[in-house]
């Protein structure tokens, strides 16, 4: 199959561009698109066979269910009964950006995109190519746009290298600005549950969900056997490179990751080492870090952690799941 790019002006996106893609939407087919998070792998969210099409592309297992990307707040209410109000308040507050939230599913959306689970998630991205896209074809089932198990694409490259010749159409837009994909919240439990951490932070979250629980909480025995979020039962994240991380105090992270350096090149291996940087540099950057391993031929990547606060929950929940070794420092 020919996939026709499209490079698209983020903060203008061009008005033919944006209604030729559509348009492939539209007629069944598949679109991959920039979002603030990760890049997102799109198809018609009321289209179930164009949906089948975006797990057959990823290698996606069929158990695991997708988002819908909305570009208004209204679209909820096509998607989901019995909404709770503090959907509307976390909306307001937090949409466009990257917070996904699970309500209970209507019927008018086809159990390939929710994975015949009875609740649906939705999310209102704030990149201007993506809102466009959404007004013009309507509400978008999207996963990030990576074959799955491997790292997700933020940026266009990542993209074209996983998807080329595979789907419709892939939008150049430009680098995925948060890096990692969006919190995901559901809000059909009492009380919500933080099913995974990303963009927004839980310390954000409490504002307005003081009792709010912890992703940890999907490890108590009570939920588990539940799969409340199916993805977090597969493998995430990895390059085929060794991801090392190392924990501890920052000082001696850096003398940690020195030693192994030279351990691992002693063997002969082909080590990148992260550097330590600020956090939103982490996030932004960690993926194409993986994915930059795999292409240069890395043996293995060691990388430091970071405190959970903030966005630093996100970046440990990934790194745990890519890591093949943790070392304490
Ligand atoms: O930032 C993001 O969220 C990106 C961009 C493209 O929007 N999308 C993304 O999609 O990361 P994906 O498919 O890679 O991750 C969606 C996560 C999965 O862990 C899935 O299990 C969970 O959301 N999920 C989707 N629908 C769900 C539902 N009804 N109940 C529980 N979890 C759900
Ligand atoms: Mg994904």
Redesign the pocket.
Known sequence: METLVLKIDEENPEGDKIREAAEIIRNGGLVAFP?E????LGASAFNGVAVRKIFEAKGRPGD????V?VSNQESIYDLARDVPGIARELATEFWPG?L?Y?LKKNGIVPDEV?AK?D???V?M?SNNIALALIKEAGPIA????NISGKP?ATKFEHVLHDFEGRIDCIIEGGDSMIGL??T?V?LIRTPPVL??P??ISLEQLRKFIPDIRGHEALFASNLIGKP?????KYKHYSPDALVILVEGEKERVESKMRELESVYLGKGKKVYVMGVSEKVEVARHLFGVFREGDSKGYDCIIVPGVDEKGIGLAIMNRLRKAASEIVKA
């Open positions: 979002t998070t990760v890049y997102g695991n269910p997708l988002i990307h990257p996904t699970v929710t689970l609740s649906v998630a999310r991205p999207a996963p990030s746009a997700s994909e969006s995901v559901s099913l995974r990303g963009g409340i979020c199916p993805g977090m």
